[in-house]
């Protein structure tokens, strides 16, 4: 019998013989009509995911074993129509292993290193020494945790580094638009609250053991992000001798980032800058919607509804 | 000619004359078209509001005097079927006059001394350490300013100690509604998050200089009174070392008070006292906005429509 | 062979031998693959509901079986990892069983003739004999049947002598809350609008064998409980000579009590009554979800999304 | 001096002596800036209104004179660039006197009587019993002031007989469709109910001296015309012994007519019969307040925003 | 063996033995768990559908075989409750069957013919030139293709000549009242807007083989029906050189038949006819949708749930 | 006596003696209370406005004086405490004079030459040959009257060549934006679309003589300057032979630009260009409200509600 080693998921077809590292999830202990039991389960790398079975289940598996990467032998068979993985031999992956994280877990397809120094390069170029100081002191406590989260549970950017890539692609808008509204924007203040207005989701995130966002917490549920990134900013203003109105500014653009109550803004912008920031904030997510959904949209065709955007998107094909 | 001394706004009638202390307000200089400037006013006491002019301006009156006491004599004329008067006199209250506030600035129909005792008992009786000392501290260095301010500017309890009447009513429901659904209400977090939910609005309004809300300020607008209160509580919450998930379940106490976000809530209630203080609030409220319209209606009819109800109410005037 | 009898349902698992009474729903009649005919149905108990299969069906199960007791024997097996009963013996109960019906249907936590009592007296506690009256004759003709009934499909209370434990809960707030409105609020027309506000559901609730409720009747779903109990007050009040306003009140309080037409008003509320019971009508139905609720999850765990609060709720398990 | 008599207020200009029978109203009685008493009011006919003034007013008139006939002669003048009639004699018209209350009161463009007669003959076409009793009973017994009256204050057909045309039109429309979609609508229960819907209004108006819409009753806002016209209709039929699932469809047709709650309707249309009447009733209504509104637009020209439409509208002028 | 011929899907029971022509769809060949090919699919007829299988598949079908006729021979078993066709013959119907199309395919309840000369006859009524000229030209170029199309994908009129059928009643029903609001209505305007507006449906639907809407065209969804018709009467009224401001008003009545934005009209209706069409074009849709539902509700009952309708609706059953 | 010559308006005091050039508008003539006619009108200039009387008129404006360029002589007076301009000598400006046109006529604040320039040039960047041959027709036929216009009547860039401006902007973000997201963007068709997107705005404004927006062309309110783009871009589009699904890309952009139907688009966005091609547009205008609105705030206040945004904004002031 011969194996294929590490198959990515979304390639596997029915009677192929597999070995390899992968995620386990969803697992689910069962008995059978015959009375033994089985495990029902998921199996996923970074590009798919797979329904699997243990059927000669002698124990073993956890609750907290679920987001863990395994190592898997089986064969791919049919199900009703739909590709199932039956596990014939499985064992947690251990130190002494080594295996692609990158090709398990889903990441945002940029230079995470070079995405952080052109974005703390921006922070650097502010001149204000209130906002610059203030943004140098969250990238120092929390830079590194936020910087490898995704920036959400499903819709968008929902993979590793999400939150670096969308933060940074709205920074580069901010300043493009600073400079085309350099009237009545000031561009300081646009670019501290672009870059803190997400990091409330530190806090609002529950993730899994390889970095994904499995669930909100309570905390996040009851204060929510745009609170919880508020009052973080005015701690630490208070702590740097801020001056009180630019951290009254930073919090408003916090606070009204969403846009409209409806969307969950604590306030409504009400100022140039977080008016501003609402859009950027809107444009980026849409954007990376559409980037993901037209992935899976042949040219010509539409998409299914997408639940994010209320609606079908077309992949008209042409030009790119 | 004889004068009336501090006759009542509301009983002035043309012909009067009158001498005695009234605020004025809505103070403009403007030229006749006969060239020589003279003054448009309003006078007005806790109970009423009366146009008035100054026909012989010799100068004197500047944009801060508006919402001062005045000594003032003069005539009640008629203007376009309306009462108007014409002030002879005047001169600014000053420290040797003796005139009676109360008589001048509306205030609330209780006895305020009883009623923070009695606000004061129901914190006492709270039997959780931490909520108890958050209220007490709050209370030691916002109460005395807090309960002398009114609850609005203008819907509801828009009257001195309105915030204390405002707040201990609810507290009274709060607790009977505490023990009535005993089996899933934690009666102190009711109670603190009941006594805590308007203490925003110290920093939200802008008052008179005889303490009446005249504005809203820049933070209170861009913060939200909301906002503003639960920041305070994290804080204070900090500093005296209380439970980090009671901070928290206080913290979403007050963001949610308001109840869906359309009336400003920054999160909706999710437990049974976040739940339950909103509908205390909305009940005190109104009840309130209803006893004031009453006030105005006589039996059998409808009022003029209420903007703050969207809708005209109806006195039935049986049984009180 | 040893039986367990009148396990409850919740407490059943695989591998048990029952015996008992329970209540039999959702019954088909269907053909297995091998032609001969079999039965899918539901067996219940006031704290549990289970899938149960009679695979040697010998006929006799008509429509109107479902929802009445019956005699079972069988084994608790599995299927799709859900607890399955199958049927082995059924027979109807009649006369001569004794079994518990208060085990088999749910019932409000109450002492159902005390609520009455107390119920009644506050009845009796009315000044104005007109409501007084009104709302005795009501009793006396519906009120056997009424309080007997759930108050919901299944919303809320929706369990036998609900409709009492709800009104009584409500006339409690609302003597409570006419006492601290007492300037603007006519009592007796509160307690008897409150008193009265649902018995329109006699006529909308289409009830099973049992006492719950089954479905709507083509009356309640084209003219509304609302208008139903109006137009029966307005009625009964003619026969019993009261006052044309007063009776004009209460069916003003009856058709306003959902407080939008949102929500099913007929009319808004336009008197402080009206405005005060739509409000307590909504503090009792959403603190009984909540208790239902609660009593599902787990301290620091958030529910499901409960569908009529279009939100999910967190117990955080404190101070009670 | 020569008179004219009775022109029409709209064909008044000034420098015109009229003599005449007008309507007085919105009477005020005011002091100059002489001291010396004056009247402030607006007299109408059935096509126009103009300010008026009684400079030398010697006393006589009272609050019930609003709204009544009154003889007068005087001067029409100009003030800010408007008329303004100069009343100098005055009189009320007593039953001595002839002048035509047509030419006073707007009245519907029909032969009232043969209205009357036509829709009473669709009454008697209707084969079912149940439905032709209770239309001729309300008819014997309301009918006369019903068709006497506007069919609302100022939106639609507010003129004498306003009911009896709109009613009429729609009896047309309904027996038009009931034929057209003859294998779902049963006639008799479309022209009972479109008869019927508007009986509730009788108790809903308060009506001037002359017939006109003046304000709504209390009872018409605290309950509601449909509430207050299905109740009548429910007693009707008990009273006649009529079929009760009949009387219930009567009642569902008349609370559901406004279409959706935010207009109104008690419940939502759920027959085919009550869904074709709400659209009947609005294209009636939409089709006079267009008739009513192009009179007054020019070809080729939008209209003022019409506020019961929530926008302006077109007079393309063609083809008519 | 004896075989049934032709069956009606709708009429047929488990056991039987069928033979005859059908519509094959939502063909998917699947693998069983033996690992040998089979075809799920489903069958119908005009009034029916069920469930198919062929367990021995020797291949032959293709993507673009839905929605063809077949010839098929086969048995009805059954599957959890619910019939199957199990497929023993099957070949694509040819040139030489004699089957009879309107059996298999649902077809309006009308004489198409009669239909289309009523409709052509009440343009040629028209007076206006221009108006009548747009028509005849419409109606000579895509008429025939028009008319024998269904109006909508599954909501209403969801069978051939569907949109011959619902533009006809609407004519009639346009010609009813342009004739009672003579006033106002411009009859050719009304008649002409009527017969057009949903000429775009042409470009919108997707349709199958046999006629249906299969779906709609990426045309559809980015431009919309209102203005593709339009844009086409723009293009048509240019090349015929008719009256600017006529080609203006035709277009209006096509963008703004829908009423409101909500429901897709890209304009609101601005005159009296548009604002007629958008009323005759509900009312006609929504009966239609009401007679296919009632037909399946019987007498007292209520249906299910009408996605179109966003309710239940009830069969009194009286009067037809 | 010496005056003032073409001193700007928002500079005139009481007791100026002015000559000069000034717009007249609202010009109405009416009678004296001595029975004498004068004028009320207006004047302005780009930077204020004026009430304005003609004490001694003896005739000669007429209706379509309003809106012209007037040489006046006068005084400023004051009325009820605003300024007023007594005119004295008047006469309508001709060939020979020589006044500054943009000292009357408020105009946009840019190089409007420059602008068409690099407007151009990006069109010209365009790589595809249909889109790019539909624009630069465009600017062919309509490009000159389209730039010299205002983008509204008042909400934003209200001033000549605001369209010009408005595209500008815009085509500096979208070109920015479709470098950013160019995995997903079609730069050509954004570019385009942005391009022609408010083309339809010339057929939809009526001008007044000096090219600012007076009022919407009854065309422009039946049909939406959306449709009247989008049809002409697609006559030009088959005119040039354009591809016709560019084409009809095209048209999508331009119904789809306001995003949602209750801001007036016709059908939503549904490809990433449309979706951005509305938050480009929704940008530019906010920005440009926010600078208006800001000019007139002083830093640290907020300004007056603004209807287009329904709210007040802050001037914070800070970093510009």
């Known amino acids: 019998m011969t194996y294929e080693y590490d198959k990515p998921v979304a390639d596997m077809t029915p009677g192929d013989q597999i070995e390899?590292?992968?995620?386990?999830?969803?697992?689910?202990?069962?008995?059978?009509?015959?009375?033994?039991?089985?495990?029902?389960?998921?199996?996923?790398d970074a590009g798919g995911v797979m329904d699997a079975k243990i059927w000669n289940y002698a124990g073993g598996l956890e609750e907290e074993d679920n987001g863990r990467v395994f190592k898997l032998r089986g064969e791919v068979g049919q199900f009703k129509g739909s590709p199932q993985f039956s596990i014939q031999r499985i064992r947690p992956a251990d130190d002494g292993d080594h295996y692609d994280l990158?090709?398990?877990v889903p990441c945002a397809p940029i230079d995470a290193d070079k995405a952080?120094?052109?974005l703390r390069s921006m922070v650097l170029s502010m001149k204000d020494g209130d906002y610059r100081a203030i943004c140098l002191a969250m990238l120092d406590r929390c830079g590194k945790e936020f910087f490898a989260m995704p920036a959400a549970k499903s819709f968008h950017h929902a993979f590793?580094?999400?939150?670096?890539?969308?933060?940074?692609?709205?920074?580069r808008t901010a300043d493009f638009l600073a400079e085309l509204y350099g009237d009545i924007i000031d561009r300081d203040l646009l670019?501290?609250?672009?870059?803190l207005h997400d990091f409330g989701k530190r806090e609002e995130f529950a993730l899994s053991k390889l970095g994904l966002v499995n669930d909100y917490t309570p905390r996040g549920k009851l204060l929510g992000h745009l609170y919880i990134c508020a009052e973080q900013v005015a701690a630490l203003a208070r702590e740097l001798g801020a001056d009180g109105e630019k951290s009254m500014l930073l919090q408003h653009m916090i606070l009204s980032h969403h846009g409209t109550p409806e969307f969950g803004a604590a306030v409504v912008p009400q100022c140039a800058e977080s008016e501003l920031l609402s859009y950027i904030d809107l444009i980026d997510s849409r954007m990376e919607i559409y980037a993901e959904t037209l992935g899976d949209t042949p040219p010509g065709q539409f998409s299914a509804r997408v639940y994010s955007l209320d609606k079908a998107i077309y992949n008209h094909g042409g030009g790119r």
Chains 1, 2, 3, 4, 5, 6 share one sequence.
């Open 20 to 44: 390899g590292f992968y995620i386990l999830s969803d697992i689910q202990v069962r008995t059978s009509s015959a009375g033994s039991p089985y495990v029902s389960a998921r199996i996923s």
């Open 102 to 104: 990158e090709a398990l």
């Open 116 to 118: 952080e120094e052109e």
């Open 160 to 171: 590793l580094h999400g939150l670096l890539m969308h933060t940074l692609n709205m920074m």
């Open 191 to 195: 670019l501290a609250g672009t870059m």
